[in-house]
């Protein structure tokens, strides 16, 4: 395990493999740590550095007092990446992770040479939405909440009590501390990056999975169009995480992406 303090928080974050290689980065979703993409990395191989870490108020890191910014978000990993030295990577962000990579790539263009945005867009949700969620889980927490999710998050196929995986992801979810949890939401909440994005000029592959009931392939695909040369790739049998459905074809689809992007 690895901790910084940086942009006033600690962050738990792990780097690995060659520090000769490219820089891929990873970004998590709302209630969940690192371990998400832990098979994708697998599948991957050799071929990166990688780094991933549990943003603000998830997994290990720490969870400072809600409410949340987007910016925070975008500051923490900034300058984890700073401390770290990366001054060139890839990001590939999930969800609000795809949001804090947009955020980031807006902010520095020059140290950022592809993305990929997976089950994500430039803006999620509403704000009654995220009002709701928030009154919701500071008054009762997250398990009241965690059917509904899971719902969003996993196929039917998958969303089974004999799975031990799903119940495994389920108690993730429900573990995130309620700062995390609520501060996070307040960031989404807060957040529209529909001029920024627009205005980004690296290369980009949006995805998604087809049983997405957080953000729709519809919404991920008007998020791909606002970018000039974005590329959108549905992923069958998969819901808000194909990073943990369908491994092998988020890895298949990030790992051609970047060879024809020349990174890596």
Same mark, same amino acid.
């Given at each position: 395990?690895?901790?910084?303090?940086?942009?006033? *928080?600690?962050?738990?974050?792990?780097?690995?493999?060659? &520090?000769? $290689? %490219?820089?891929? @980065?990873? =970004?998590?979703? #709302?209630?969940?740590?690192?371990?998400?993409?832990?098979?994708?990395?697998?599948?991957?191989?050799?071929?990166?550095?990688?780094?991933?870490?549990?943003?603000?108020?998830?997994?290990?890191?720490?969870?400072?007092?809600?409410?949340?910014?987007?910016?925070?978000?975008?500051?923490?990993?900034?300058?984890?990446?700073?401390?770290?030295?990366?001054?060139?990577?890839?990001?590939?962000?999930?969800? *609000?992770?795809?949001?804090?990579?947009?955020?980031?790539? &807006?902010? $520095? %263009?020059?140290? @950022?040479? =592809?993305?990929? #945005?997976?089950?994500?867009?430039?803006?999620?949700?509403?704000?009654?939405?995220?009002?709701?969620?928030?009154?919701?889980?500071?008054?009762?927490?997250?398990?009241?909440?965690?059917?509904?999710?899971?719902?969003?998050?996993?196929?039917?196929?998958?969303?089974?009590?004999?799975?031990?995986?799903?119940?495994?992801?389920?108690?993730?979810?429900?573990?995130?501390?309620?700062?995390?949890?609520?501060?996070?939401?307040?960031?989404?909440?807060?957040?529209?990056?529909?001029?920024?994005?627009?205005?980004?000029?690296?290369?980009?592959?949006?995805?998604?999975?087809?049983?997405?009931?957080?953000?729709?392939?519809?919404?991920?695909?008007?998020?791909?169009?606002?970018?000039?040369?974005?590329?959108?790739?549905?992923?069958?049998?998969?819901?808000?995480?194909?990073?943990?459905?369908?491994?092998?074809?988020?890895?298949?689809?990030?790992?051609?992406?970047?060879?024809?992007?020349?990174?890596?």
């Amino acid at each position: 395990m690895a901790f910084a303090r940086v942009n006033g *928080v600690v962050l738990h974050h792990e780097d690995r493999g060659d &520090a000769a $290689r %490219p820089v891929l @980065v990873f =970004a998590n979703s #709302l209630g969940t740590d690192f371990r998400i993409w832990d098979a994708v990395v697998a599948l991957l191989g050799e071929r990166f550095r990688y780094i991933r870490y549990d943003k603000r108020g998830h997994g290990l890191s720490e969870a400072t007092p809600a409410p949340y910014a987007m910016a925070d978000h975008v500051g923490d990993l900034e300058s984890l990446l700073d401390h770290l030295g990366v001054t060139s990577c890839a990001l590939v962000g999930l969800s *609000v992770g795809g949001l804090i990579a947009q955020g980031l790539a &807006a902010k $520095r %263009p020059e140290h @950022v040479k =592809a993305m990929v #945005l997976m089950d994500t867009a430039h803006r999620i949700g509403t704000t009654e939405m995220w009002n709701q969620r928030i009154d919701g889980v500071t008054k009762d927490g997250i398990a009241p909440l965690a059917d509904a999710i899971m719902q969003r998050w996993f196929t039917p196929a998958y969303r089974s009590p004999d799975n031990p995986d799903f119940v495994g992801y389920t108690a993730m979810l429900t573990r995130t501390p309620i700062d995390g949890y609520a501060g996070t939401c307040a960031a989404l909440r807060d957040t529209d990056y529909t001029a920024q994005t627009s205005g980004l000029t690296l290369p980009v592959l949006a995805i998604v999975g087809d049983q997405d009931g957080s953000t729709p392939p519809d919404l991920v695909r008007s998020t791909a169009d606002l970018i000039r040369g974005a590329q959108f790739r549905i992923i069958p049998d998969a819901g808000h995480l194909p990073c943990i459905e369908q491994p092998q074809a988020v890895a298949n689809l990030i790992g051609n992406f970047l060879r024809d992007a020349r990174f890596g």
